[in-house]
């Protein structure tokens, strides 16, 4: 067995980058975060690699998008209104297919808010907060072990796909500690970037990074071409866990941190007899739309739980069968607002009496 | 088994190196461990605590309402979370400087362990958290107080490590204190 | 009393003889509450500079504070007057809104390193380029204070910051910024100075400065500029004293005090 | 030269110190004890000497001093 | 008969503004929406107000969060890209209770994309493109005079909602010429702005604009308290157009210039006897639920036609009854991507046989 | 042939003489396109002047190029060497994260002066501040071309564009900014210069300057910048000579041409 | 009624005047109208287009598919958009520009009218739309030559107004040209 | 003095006129009639006069003309 680490949610991000091969860093300091760039700041340089304090989020994109487009693996990370500066970028990488990691751990809004715990960039991170429409791949760990493995494949599938990855982590699983096996980059095949930007040598064609579409129909082919990329990576990469859900009459459903914390109130549910299951989105877009699908095929009974008024919800609703009932019970962001397992417990007994 | 700890105080009181002792801790005995800090935004001063989960299984949750245990270090964190302690839990404070009543906490076995005298009498004021950790370790018969011991070689940074005799004692010294005072 | 220290609680200052008059007060501007400030740590008499600048020329009911976010954000709990938080490096643009659609009010900016410097370049340097009537406080402590001590544009060269952890190299992360001489390039600035408040001679420069500072918008002068170079105690990891004096050992020589333009000569 | 002392509001004062070295007639100090809030906070040593001039007032960033003359 | 102006619809907006009483605007040029920077330069300066061609367009939405804050009616507006960097002002304006009116003329996108008609950007409008869980009022002209009119009522809607309100219109609308018959700003009761910050005068209480919350459960309490006011919203506030839906066995949703165009197919269908109707969405947040409620309760097929690959389509699906369908028909943006009239009657033909 | 106009078709010349030798010839660097500039626009100019750069030191095959958003956008149609669009006014960042990944590459950014002096000032100032090892073309016409002329930062006072249209008034728009003096200012920057190409000598002299420019970087010199004043004839409602004129009348007066900063005097 | 007309040329023909007067006039005679230019990237050079739809009810689509009349000023306009113009309608063609020939058209009426002779022939150029917008008013019927006269006064701008006699006399031409040849 | 001569693409040339003011010979012009572009290009008068100088080329923004001299 190899020697378990003991590790921040965010260190095991910092870590796994450098293990998948990322040598370029470029971020701005936010809590809950910083421990990323802190991390990558003290570690790429004897690597040979460059960590960048960006003047902004926006330099910090921009900076991202530029040795993507070169063909290296780079990231950056930040949290709130620091993504949400990102969006111009991220809308660009998109619109120029460029493959490039993003973080965000969330932490509480609008606005300045708070550093503490969120899921309420949901619609931000599945929607394209940034203009023109176009989806970016979201992993959405739910320990420190995941921050790890995600962040590892975040990297894979962007440049697999050519769509932008985020890792989509409350600060719960930022600022947590857990064990962690630190294990090695899977070998997968990835295909060559003869797209990328690196000089025009002899012989080679003139390679551009753009996302000027002009011509008749050129735009429109683009979107229906990545249309189809989304549909080809909804089949082939959707991932989620199911816990219990084969004789469950009610499913609880949440990602990251409260799936965490629903997975205890499950148990005592179990404990108490009840039949309830856990049904928990990894990747959020694309939304493991099969898994509900085949769930609420029995089960019509589904109670998301987030930590927002409600919004991933909308993709429980937009994915189940039309005869499952959805109910949500949502504790936003901020300080003391954390539910606790006797709180989601509570939730679960109510709903499954109505069931 | 799932276990879980609850430990709270103010910035100073080492909070977050105790947990992550219990957490190197339980780590030594194999279990999972989750360890949960709470963080401010503000640089300094105020309040600090953390929760420590560790299971043979899954840790689940990392945020606890009920503890079973609870360890308290000064009087603001008692009034604030001794209460939340789950009934036929633990709660564990430092009689130094917490004025606790059993008859408040109906269900809650209340130990009282002068942690501050403790770690005077052992020369360093700093190693109250020590003496928590002890006190725990005994009380709970969660973790074995080797692995504590052990732990603190991945806990303290290499440049305290001239430390371990001490902090061993310290830990003793809690486990022996909690022990005694409730037998 | 005969002799040994006085003691007060925070609002009730024990009652002197009679026959005292109180020589050094807390200007009326600052609330009478205590700071959320580290030890040692220089916004906090920044804060009371500003104060009395508004004290002295009696705007306190018609300033407008635009908080930065920084160290600085809870402005509104110590001065006494309205403010709008601005986002990160915002605040010149959020002053050249407030100032523009109220213009009998006197608007100010108070922004850190990180903010004015790094994320917010843009801003400070068109509200300056287009000469808008603001004044704004900068108060450059070489790091990220909020944040927990993070490399600035401002970071002196070798300095060990969390993302400089091998101390800030001048040939990756390029050399501290001097934003009171770059401002002063700029046509539409009135006046552009730095000061220090390491020492009690630089305090009453400071002092003077800031009333100056805040005269040229009370005037219709034009933007004025305040860059104030501060301690940060807890992120240098340094004790309030030691602190101190690195403002004056290592900050000024690199970043000298004096004005940088003074267009009215005030 | 009337009589003349300063206050020290210990619920402000946060032991930084910096009064200290701001007085010219060294008449300000740190207590050797940590208040209940952890801060050695300053004291005032009213030997008569002070001179009112506000020096160690003027360098407190907690405004925690403040300065009397007779008048 | 008041005289009927000929204009654009660009300049619609502008004009309506003024006629708002707006005196404040800062903006970044932007194809196809720099005719409202270029009105206002010319018409606020000799009415006394203040127009500033910010140094971009982040600059501009915090002149914008400025001008607000002291009580004033202001505005913003911009494009594609340039909405995207306005998303951290706009999270902070909706974090702050502040009003203020942004007008998105999209473009396609994404990235930069080009300057043809785009509706790409409705899930950066109605879902928060910024962080932290929040929404903003959203109107949807589908013609120059609603242009005037919708950006008059996001001036209201916004001062009474205390909710930052977006006029989004696609660049057909935005750079189409129409009658417009101008109208004074109806007499609306706003409430006093007691909350703006205009220095604090003797006895006033201090006024202060912020969107940090750190006390235990305050920033909980904010987002139930604006799930409250979003409610209130919908059920005050929601607007559409029904036409002829009473007897319709299909009912087209569009909104903007996709509806326009709709239209006339719906005519064609009409003609050649197919009993087809219109519901076009007026507000796109407060979604008008009721309606397809309503409605959905007849007529169970719905067609959404978008000029994007689907997202208003998703709001529809959440609306209707559970056992009505929902097909969709887009056409991505993009040069040479706008629908027919003759396009979309085809399309309605397809469904109306399955129907 | 004896005399008269020769024509060409694009592509194929004419063939001279055999006994004549080309002096004047297409930079190979530039594609043998015809450009969608406006007659008597000085991008084209300046285009040539930077591939005859790129051609001097044979770096074609490992230059990327940065292009920005405004006329030149299309930078790729023009320039035979691998290029990324960044977004309006990033390419400085953009350029950073090219060149920190592939350092063995000549790196450059082609801005105009609402990219670079406007949206994408934070930066440019910073990309300079770190000295980063890259080159930048600014082309300041005092208006933003692509979008139809409204104001730029370097509007001159009292032009008007389609948002200044009573002229650009110093008192609410401030000054127009001086890019090349103000960057000469921070420590990171190794040359710059303002050039124009309004006049043969001066299109000899910003030939040389660019020239230089490039010569930083191949010689890893660090953060080199060329401002060059550009007629921007569409805009500016004039014809090709007046609008040609206009930047020696009334641009170069107020933005001198020079170098201001030359830290290896090559 | 609901009338649609579609017209393209290149950038410099006056192709936007034309839809612009052409609005005006059916503003004149109370229709509602949209006016829909198309608009590129690069502000010069290459085609310039529009589309006018008036009505006495609703407009509806500001897009036309196949518009009922095409005024085509240019061959590389005639080559790409005459071929839409709906059957029954009209395609009226600049015929000093556009080599056209009506059997490529089966079902619309083609009508030819040598727009920049006609313009040169009453001394300026540059009133080919003027030329255009008369032929299209009297062959489609669907304004009066009236309303095109008054439009002038709204679509020019006042320091062009000396200019309207000129321009109401190629409107004259352009209406019975295209009147001459097609009867 | 060799035989030198420029020739124009007439392709290229937009008729800006930039060369004309750049020939200190005064050997361009610009056409009196447009192209089929609609710009009045620009003309070489081969009076011999031609210096090859090139200061034309180097005026010109499209790159439309090349200089070239008897070897
Ligand atoms: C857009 C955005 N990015 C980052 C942050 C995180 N942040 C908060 S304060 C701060 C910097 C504080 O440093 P400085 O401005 O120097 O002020 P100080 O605390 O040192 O006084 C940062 C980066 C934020 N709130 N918003
Ligand atoms: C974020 C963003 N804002 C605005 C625009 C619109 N835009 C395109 S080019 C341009 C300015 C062009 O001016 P300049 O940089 O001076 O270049 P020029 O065309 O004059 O050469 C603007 C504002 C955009 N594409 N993206
Ligand atoms: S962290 Fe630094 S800047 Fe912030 S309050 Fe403490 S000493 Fe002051
Ligand atoms: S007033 Fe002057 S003399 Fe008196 S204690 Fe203060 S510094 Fe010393
Ligand atoms: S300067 Fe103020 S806070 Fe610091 S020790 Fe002296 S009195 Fe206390
Ligand atoms: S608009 Fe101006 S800058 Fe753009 S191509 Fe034309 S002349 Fe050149
Ligand atoms: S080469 Fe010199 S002399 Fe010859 S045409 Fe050109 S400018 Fe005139
Ligand atoms: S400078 Fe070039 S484009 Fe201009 S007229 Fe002369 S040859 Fe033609
Ligand atoms: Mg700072
Ligand atoms: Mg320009």
């Not at chain 1, 991390?39 to 004897?46: A, G, I, Q």
């Not at chain 2, 130990?111 to 002890?134: F, K, Q, S, T």
């Not at chain 3, 403002?247 to 970043?255: K, L, N, R, T």
């Amino acid at each position: 067995m190899s020697e378990k680490l003991f590790v921040k949610g965010n260190e095991a991000v910092a870590m796994a980058a450098i293990e998948a091969g990322c040598r370029y860093y470029f971020g701005y300091p936010i809590t809950p975060q910083s421990d990323i760039p802190e991390y990558l700041s003290r570690e790429l340089p004897p690597l040979g690699g460059e960590f960048i304090q960006a003047e902004s989020e926006i330099g910090a994109i921009n900076m991202l998008l530029g040795a993507s487009a070169t063909g290296v693996r780079a990231m950056t990370s930040s949290s709130g209104p620091g993504i949400s500066l990102k969006q111009e970028g991220i809308s660009y990488m998109a619109g120029s297919e460029l493959p490039g990691v993003i973080v965000d751990i969330m932490r509480a809004g609008p606005g300045l808010g708070g550093i503490d715990a969120s899921q309420a960039d949901y619609f931000q991170a599945t929607r394209g907060g940034g203009h023109g429409g176009y989806r970016i791949i979201v992993l959405a760990p739910a320990s420190v072990q995941e921050m790890y493995d995600l962040t590892m494949l975040a990297f894979d599938l962007s440049d697999i796909y050519r769509i932008p990855a985020m890792v989509l982590a409350d600060s719960v699983i930022g600022q947590m500690k857990e064990s962690l096996t630190a294990h090695p980059r899977p070998q997968t095949v990835l295909p060559a970037k003869d797209w990328a930007v690196r000089g025009r040598e002899a012989g080679e064609p003139q390679n551009v990074v753009k996302s000027l579409y002009l011509g008749d129909g050129e735009m429109e082919a683009f979107h229906w071409k990545m249309h189809a990329r989304y549909q080809e990576l909804a089949e082939k990469e959707s991932r989620w866990e199911e816990v219990q859900t084969e004789d469950a009459t009610l499913v609880v459903t949440a990602f990251g941190s409260t799936a965490r914390i629903a997975k205890t109130a499950i148990s005592m549910a179990r404990e108490a007899g009840m039949k309830v299951g856990l049904l928990r989105p990894i990747t959020l877009f694309p939304f493991p739309k099969q898994a509900y699908e085949a769930i609420s095929g029995n089960c019509k009974n589904f109670l998301t739980i987030e930590l927002s008024t409600g919004q991933m919800v909308e993709d429980v609703r937009l994915s189940v069968a039309r005869d499952a009932e959805v109910s949500f019970y949502g504790r936003p962001p901020g300080a003391g607002s954390l539910p606790t397992p006797e709180e989601l417990f509570e939730q679960i007994k109510k709903r499954y009496l109505n069931s | 088994m799932r276990h879980d700890v609850f430990i709270a105080g103010y910035g100073g009181q080492g909070v977050l190196l105790a947990g992550n002792l219990l957490s190197y801790a339980a780590i030594h005995e194999n279990k999972n461990v989750s360890f949960f800090p709470a963080y401010g935004v503000e640089k300094r001063g105020g309040a600090a605590m953390c929760t420590v989960v560790f299971a043979d299984g899954d840790t689940g949750s990392p945020v606890v309402g009920s503890p079973s245990v609870a360890i308290v270090l000064n009087q603001l964190s008692f009034d604030k979370y001794a209460a939340k302690v789950k009934p036929g839990g633990i709660c564990i404070v430092n009689s130094t400087l917490v004025e606790a009543d059993g008859s408040q906490l109906p269900g809650v076995e209340l130990v009282a362990v002068p942690m501050n005298e403790i770690a005077l009498e052992l020369g360093d004021m700093r190693m109250v958290n020590m003496v928590a950790c002890g006190a725990y370790a005994a009380k709970s018969g969660s973790l074995a107080l080797e692995s504590l011991e052990d732990a603190l070689k991945k806990a303290l940074p290499e440049r305290n490590h001239r430390l371990i005799p001490a902090n061993i004692k310290a830990i003793r010294a809690g486990a022996a204190a909690a022990m005694q005072r409730n037998t | 009393m005969d002799s040994g220290t006085v003691l007060t609680r925070a609002g009730t200052p024990l009652r002197m003889r009679n026959s005292m008059k109180q020589v050094f007060t807390r200007p009326e501007s600052l609330k009478d509450v205590q700071t959320h400030f580290c030890p040692g740590c220089h916004h906090g008499s920044i804060h009371r500079l500003v104060a009395e600048a508004m004290d002295e020329f009696d705007i306190r009911s018609k300033t407008i504070g635009v908080a930065s976010v920084g160290c600085s954000v809870f402005l509104y709990g110590y001065f006494d007057i309205d403010v709008i938080e601005a986002p990160h490096g915002r605040a010149p643009a959020v002053a050249t809104g407030a100032k523009r659609s109220r213009d009998d009010r006197i608007v100010f900016t108070y922004q850190g390193d990180g903010d004015l410097a790094a994320i917010g370049t843009s801003e400070i340097i068109h509200a300056a380029n287009r000469g808008e009537d603001i004044t704004v406080i900068f108060v450059n402590n070489t790091t990220y204070g909020m944040t927990g001590g993070q490399m600035a544009p401002t970071t002196m060269v070798g300095q060990k910051t969390s993302t400089s952890p091998y101390g800030r190299n001048q040939a990756k992360d390029g050399y501290p910024i001097r934003m009171a001489e770059l401002l002063a390039q700029l046509e539409g600035v009135a006046f552009s100075a730095r000061v220090a408040v390491n020492s009690p001679k630089n305090v009453m420069q400071a002092k003077k400065m800031i009333k100056t500072a805040f005269r040229y918008q009370v005037e219709g002068r034009g933007f004025s500029f305040i860059e104030a170079l501060a301690a940060c105690p807890t992120n240098w990891g340094m004790k309030p004293l030691a602190a101190n004096e690195r403002v004056g050992s290592e900050m000024i020589p690199y970043f000298p005090l004096g004005v940088y333009r003074n267009t009215a000569n005030l | 030269m009337s009589y003349t002392r300063i206050t020290i509001d210990e619920a402000r004062c946060k032991g930084c110190g910096l009064c200290t070295i701001a007085c010219p007639q060294k008449l300000v100090t740190l207590s050797d004890t940590p208040n209940s809030h952890g801060f050695t906070v300053a004291l005032f040593s009213d030997s008569g000497k002070c001179t009112g001039c506000a020096l160690c007032a003027e360098m407190c960033p907690d405004v925690a001093i403040m300065v009397f003359k007779e008048k």
